[in-house]
């Protein structure tokens, strides 16, 4: 994805991208794009789609959401160099040396937001879909970053997890218009789901102490300004607020500030032991499903 695209369509990404080195950067570009345009076709967005190729294949012409995103997978699966966003993923992967299983993860989790109805009623199964579409990516994300170690990996799938929690509390109204309903449709699931997103927030933290130092910098400030979303949510108080405010972004001058704060993070860290990992119940809960060590 080109830096104009990135700073139209990801401007928190594109924002905290700024502080990677060059190499690193466009890496995690190409993760950005494989899981965003793959997002977009789930959600029938089709416009960062068409910006990207703008001149698609027949082969996607008049087909369904469900039938794009299937022959997607069907290209990962085969190495196919048709697509340019399965390619450039592929590469990435064989050059990083990350487990494809990571990428079926992926998938699994996107393929369930195309059922009719999208309705999770337990924290398990929340988990477990928010380490699908998010925490997979923290996991490629950590690769990319030369991160092997397996508490940094941890910390990367519980940041990936509080992402998604945040943006499950911030799409409530959008999300039921498309028939999701992952947490209940009330402002008192919305500040609980926030409280967890707090809590993996806060359980990636010291792990971030094992990403190369030159590296550490740009995921403090991503934490940082994604984590504020949450904390803009809850000045709402209450549910018709919320409803009508709209789409919830971070202001540039708010992400100045959060990226100012992270200065004292990367100082904070640098004097920080690794704790224990503090999310190991909710892991196990996702293991029941998904060996995660298979994906370290």
């Not at 398990?124 to 170690?149: E, F, H, P, W």
């Not at 947490?183 to 971030?208: R, V």
């Not at 709402?236 to 990226?259: A, D, P």
Request: aromatic residues 12%.
């Amino acid at each position: 994805m080109s830096e104009n695209l990135l700073a139209k369509y990801a401007k928190s990404f594109n924002w905290a991208g700024f502080f990677l080195p060059n190499k690193e950067f466009k890496k995690s570009s190409t993760v950005y794009s494989f899981c965003r345009i793959l997002d977009d076709i789930v959600d029938g967005d089709s416009d960062l789609y068409f910006e990207l190729y703008k001149h698609p294949s027949d082969e996607f012409k008049d087909k369904t959401p469900e039938e794009v995103l299937r022959l997607h997978k069907a290209y990962w699966r085969t190495k196919t160099n048709f697509y340019p966003i399965v390619t450039n993923m592929w590469k990435l992967f064989e050059q990083e040396n990350i487990s494809k299983k990571i990428v079926e993860d992926l998938f699994d989790g996107l393929e369930s937001d195309l059922n009719k109805k999208v309705q999770i009623k337990t924290q398990k199964n929340l988990l477990i879909y928010c380490y699908r579409v998010a925490g997979t990516v923290g996991l490629v994300m950590s690769k990319v970053l030369q991160v092997q170690d397996q508490r940094a990996l941890k910390g990367a799938i519980d940041l990936g997890i509080a992402m998604q929690l945040t943006n499950i509390s911030r799409d409530v109204i959008e999300d039921s218009k498309r028939n999701r309903e992952y947490i209940d449709p009330n402002f008192e699931s919305i500040k609980k789901t926030i409280h967890l997103a707090d809590q993996f927030y806060d359980s990636s933290f010291s792990s971030i102490k094992k990403i190369p130092l030159r590296f550490r910098f740009a995921i403090l400030v991503a934490r940082r300004i994604y984590r504020q979303i949450g904390y803009k949510i809850l000045k709402k108080r209450e549910m018709e607020k919320y409803r009508n405010s709209g789409k919830i972004y971070i202001s540039n001058i708010s992400k100045l500030i959060q990226t100012t704060l992270s200065v004292f993070d990367f100082l904070k860290l640098l004097f920080t032991d690794i704790e224990k990992h503090q999310r190991e119940k909710e892991h196990l809960l996702i293991k029941e499903e998904i060996n995660l060590n298979e994906r370290f």
